[in-house]
């Protein structure tokens, strides 16, 4: 059972916006930066969205993060096969004293 | 550009200490957080542990009595050893190197399947 909740799959067709929702609490998302990672199985995690909103050099402009209180959320627009992926979302826990994720979302381009 | 290999043993006994370095190229270890992360089969991601270059550390409380994370800088290497394992230790491992602003991992290996088995 993951800290952060996140829903087992969602889909979308080439070229919809999908968004995936993360929901944690006052001791994870509601108090502390939320971040998002993009695995495909077989090789390493990638880095999509850092405190809250921001994306690293070379993410494309077509995904976007936000959050509101104790819920964050993802989005990917205009998507493309190569948006199959698990993404997870993390953020440091104040109990645990240390990063917490979500279960992932499998992402299926129909 | 800086990449992380994860490397060690795929299979591991019961009741015997799970050891994994991960090797740090094009870059340095020195001024980062370097940490384990491991996925069980079916299952989601759970951060194991971190070390500061210098080798202050910190583990999840679940696996601490069980986990020690060592930084060699000499050789960019990382290493994680986690004794007593059971079927349940069964995961792939993932080393990462961790940002202290905003806590996010920004740079991953690919990870290595560790197999918990007699």
């Known amino acids: 059972q993951s800290v952060l909740t996140q829903p087992p799959s969602v889909s979308g067709a080439p070229r919809q916006r999908v968004t995936i929702s993360c929901s944690g609490s006052?001791?994870?998302?509601?108090?502390?930066?939320v971040n998002w990672y993009q695995h495909l199985p077989g090789k390493a995690p990638k880095l999509l969205i850092y405190?809250?909103?921001l994306l690293p050099s070379g993410v494309s402009d077509r995904l976007s993060a936000s959050k509101s209180g104790a819920s964050a959320s993802l989005a990917i627009s205009g998507l493309q096969s190569e948006d199959e992926a698990d993404y997870y979302c993390?953020?440091?826990?104040?109990?645990?004293?240390?990063?917490?994720f979500g279960g992932g979302t499998k992402l299926t381009v129909l | 550009q800086v990449q992380l290999q994860e490397s060690g043993p795929a299979l591991v006994k019961p009741s015997e200490t799970l050891s994994l370095t991960c090797t740090v190229s094009?870059?340095?270890?020195?001024?980062?957080?370097w940490s384990w992360i491991r996925q069980p089969p079916g299952k989601g991601l759970e951060w194991i542990g971190y070390?500061?270059?210098?080798?202050?550390?910190k583990s999840n409380p679940s696996l601490r009595s069980r986990v020690s994370i060592s930084v060699e800088t000499s050789k960019n290497q990382f290493s994680l050893k986690l004794n007593s394992v059971t079927a349940a230790d069964t995961a792939v491992y993932f080393c990462?190197?961790?940002?202290?602003?905003?806590?996010?991992?920004?740079?991953w290996g690919r990870g290595t399947l560790v197999t918990v088995s007699s």
């Open positions: 094009g870059g340095s270890i020195s001024s980062y957080l």
């Open positions: 993390a953020a440091w826990d104040d109990s645990l004293k240390g990063p917490v």
């Open positions: 405190a809250d909103e």
């Open positions: 070390s500061y270059y210098s080798g202050n550390t």
């Open positions: 006052s001791s994870n998302v509601g108090n502390n930066a």
């Open positions: 990462a190197r961790l940002i202290l602003n905003y806590w996010y991992f920004d740079l």
